[in-house]
């Protein structure tokens, strides 16, 4: 009975539109920045890491590397200050939570791409 009434609040926060990804995709992560009084978007480009929660409290990690140096961020998928979210390639994964990333450097970082399942195998 809680959890009903609690999915019943939270559904009106809820975004309609949000696009479908899998951790292992790359995705932009089109962010509103506010500096001062102007607002800006910062587009965030990296490998989904992470995904957990359900409802409101749905999160994702991304991952990417700027200057030899890893930087991740988290984003609430509800937020909205995060305004659009775009898969770019999708990656073959095999896990849950790609953690193993953080050890890696180099060409190693990249995952298998996914072949869609609309192709016809010759």
């Known amino acids: 009975m809680k959890t009903e009434l ?12 949000s696009p479908h990804f899998e951790v292992g995709d790359i995705v932009d992560v089109h962010c509103r920045i506010v500096e001062g009084n102007k607002v800006r978007t910062q587009i965030f480009t990296g490998t989904v890491i992470s995904h957990k929660g359900r ?6 990690t991304v991952r990417r590397i700027v200057g030899d140096e890893g ?3 988290i984003f609430p998928i509800n937020c909205p ?6 898969p770019v390639r999708s990656g073959k994964a095999r896990r849950a939570k790609l ?23 010759k």
């Open 6 to 17: 609690l999915d019943h609040v939270e559904s009106k926060s809820l975004k309609k539109d």
């Open 81 to 86: 200050n995060v305004i659009d979210i775009k």
């Open 55 to 60: 409802g409101i409290n749905e999160m994702f």
């Open 71 to 73: 930087v991740e961020r």
């Open 99 to 121: 953690y193993f990333l953080r050890k890696r450097t180099g060409k190693s970082v990249r995952l298998a791409q996914r072949h869609s399942e609309h192709t016809v195998a």
